[in-house]
């Protein structure tokens, strides 16, 4: 695939942590569409919406939970060639259990350190666009 055909979504509400996160997905995927949601119904609402390559979930929103969004959005029918990866700040294995059987494709737990952070979401990002 084409990086200019490339969709991502992050559902995160930290400004911070996503503008960390678009810096590096423009490292692997220069040329891909970032679009963003912040809270729990604007997840649901663009999510459901797009022709999307990859979601990146956080658990902790303002008003639900990712995981619930991941639930619904796998209940709805979201295609499995949609790869959805939760991150967050959870190191908890019940979580991450939880958030794979929902379907995610990977769990990754966000690192406190810049460049660490700016590591893992290429990683992430690269696998699966």
């Known amino acids: 695939m084409s990086h200019k055909d490339t969709l ?3 559902v995160e509400d930290s400004d911070i942590d996503f503008e960390m996160a678009v ?3 423009r490292r692997v995927c220069p040329d891909a569409e970032v679009r963003r949601a912040t809270t729990f119904h604007d997840a649901v609402r663009t999510l459901t ?3 999307l390559t990859l979601i990146v979930l956080d658990i902790n ?3 639900g939970n990712g995981i619930d969004v991941l639930r619904r959005l796998r209940r709805i029918g979201m295609s499995e060639d949609v790869a959805i990866v939760v991150f967050s700040t959870s190191a ?3 979580e991450q259990d939880e958030a794979i059987a ?3 494709n990977e769990f990754v737990t ?3 350190n810049s460049e660490e ?3 893992r979401v290429s990683q992430f990002v690269s696998r699966w666009t």
């Open 117 to 119: 952070y700016l590591t």
């Open 110 to 112: 966000k690192p406190t």
């Open 61 to 63: 929103l303002p008003d």
């Open 23 to 25: 810096l590096a997905i």
């Open 49 to 51: 919406d797009e022709d």
């Open 102 to 104: 929902a379907g995610a």
């Open 92 to 94: 908890n294995p019940v």
């Open 8 to 10: 991502i979504c992050f």
